[in-house]
């Protein structure tokens, strides 16, 4: 089984920076990509950023040149930097895996932690 432990959010003003960290433990064999994903109150959850073990990015048109996503592989953490943040940046954040090839679904996820911006 897979744990996901997140941490770094919190409350930020709007043009402020966060970053948010996920390690990674258990028993994760063929990692291929990890991911942050984001679920503001009353929407779906979507896409913020992915990265695979290869270091491929993919992030959302949203977050594109403020989000920055980087993995460590030798300690299994993803990082999200996250700056020159928005109101609507607000959400709660998950962390998540893709285990074993591009195909196959993200998860487990984490507990989640919460970015709130505003002023």
């Known amino acids: 089984q897979v744990q996901l432990v997140e941490s770094g959010g919190g409350l930020v003003r709007p043009g402020g920076s966060l970053r948010l960290s996920c390690a990674a433990s258990?028993?994760?064999?063929?990692?291929?990509?990890m991911g942050w994903y984001r679920q503001a109150p009353g929407k779906q959850r979507e896409l913020v950023a992915s990265?695979?073990?290869?270091?491929?990015?993919n992030y959302a048109d949203s977050v594109k040149g403020r989000f920055t996503i980087s993995m460590d592989n030798a300690k299994i953490t993803v990082y999200l930097q996250m700056d020159s943040l928005k109101p609507e940046d607000t959400a709660v954040y998950y962390c998540?895996?893709?285990?074993?090839?591009?195909?196959?679904?993200?998860?487990?996820w984490g507990q989640g932690t919460q970015v709130t911006v505003s002023s």
């Open positions: 998540t895996v893709r285990i074993g090839s591009p195909y196959a679904d993200f998860g487990p």
């Open positions: 990265i695979t073990s290869g270091g491929s990015t």
């Open positions: 258990g028993n994760i064999f063929s990692l291929y990509a």
